[in-house]
């Protein structure tokens, strides 16, 4: 098999954009697709604006973003994303039944020998993978917010995926320097099941006035160490993303993943963290 040197994405929101973005400084000839030409830009925007950030602060250069974007070219055509591409890297949102539908699309489109990842948090990959065919090269790669800055990739294998899919996600893993874990399928798989835990018992002590926000989330940066915490974790990923993993954990595991109400409440009025402009915090 041929090494990878083309990607598609599907999807330039919070996800699909920072996955575009990171691929195209890893020096992969990137695809950014999405149902209309106002997401496209939309995320186009958004890279735009991590590289300025990123060129501020010293952690970036303006020739390493002039590369980049030379690298990623958008298409509102499923077709065109994906066409002579060695992986397809799928970040619509978390919905099983979009994302089968999607992956019966790539697998017919796509040759046999295409990766097809899902960067699903919680929903099942061999599900996903059942609905499409030559299933053996789909898997999970689920990338922590913001792309371009966490560590953590966390390839999961489904039960159809083949050892060589599993090798060149990893190795493209690899060239986007993320740290590499490899995960069963299994409900939440590791990351979104423990860091959702620790997120849902914060909700908790907020409801029952055991501290603010900012204090809970203080307690574990400061005492345990944590980069942030888990309330402005929230925030960053989205109420409803949120809500909406801990009710499928809910079903597929137990009481411990129930949906605080004040989770809930927010969701419904609206405040869904960082991207609405409040949540648990005020942005």
């Given amino acids: ?33 999405d149902i209309d030409q106002a997401r ?8 735009r604006s991590n590289f300025a950030g990123a060129i501020e602060r010293g952690k970036a250069t303006l020739e390493e973003r002039d590369q980049a974007l030379a690298r990623l070219r958008t298409t509102t055509r499923l077709e065109e994303v994906c066409d002579s591409v060695g992986m397809v890297i799928e970040a619509a949102p978390e919905q099983i039944e979009l994302k089968k539908e999607l992956f019966a699309k790539l697998s017919a489109l796509t040759s046999s020998e295409t990766v097809l990842a899902t960067n699903t948090s919680s929903l099942s990959v061999t599900e996903i993978a059942a609905a499409a065919t030559h299933s053996e090269r789909v898997l999970g790669v689920h990338f922590f917010n913001p792309v371009h800055v966490m560590k953590l990739l966390e390839l999961v294998r489904a039960d159809q995926t083949s050892e060589w899919a599993l090798q060149r996600a990893h190795d493209v893993g690899r060239k986007m320097g993320k740290e590499l874990i490899v995960i069963n399928d299994s409900a939440g798989f590791a990351s ?46 989205g109420l409803d993303v ?39 915090y005020k942005w």
């Fill in 242 to 280: 949120r809500l909406a993993i801990a009710e499928y954990l809910h079903a597929e595991i137990g009481e411990q993943f129930r949906p605080p109400q004040i989770l809930r409440k927010l969701v419904r009025a609206g405040k869904l963290g960082k991207k609405t402009g409040e949540g648990f």
């Fill in 1 to 33: 098999m041929h090494e990878i040197t083309h990607i598609g994405v599907i999807g330039a929101g919070t996800m699909g954009h920072g996955v575009a973005q990171l691929a195209a400084m890893a020096g992969y000839e990137t695809c950014l697709y």
């Fill in 40 to 47: 496209v830009d939309g995320g186009l925007e958004h890279i």
């Fill in 192 to 237: 979104s099941r423990l860091g959702l835990v620790l997120g849902l018992e914060a909700m908790r002590m907020v409801e029952q006035g055991v501290a603010s926000p900012d204090d809970i989330d203080r307690a574990m940066v400061y005492g345990y160490r944590h980069p942030m915490g888990p309330l402005r974790v929230t925030d960053l990923v």
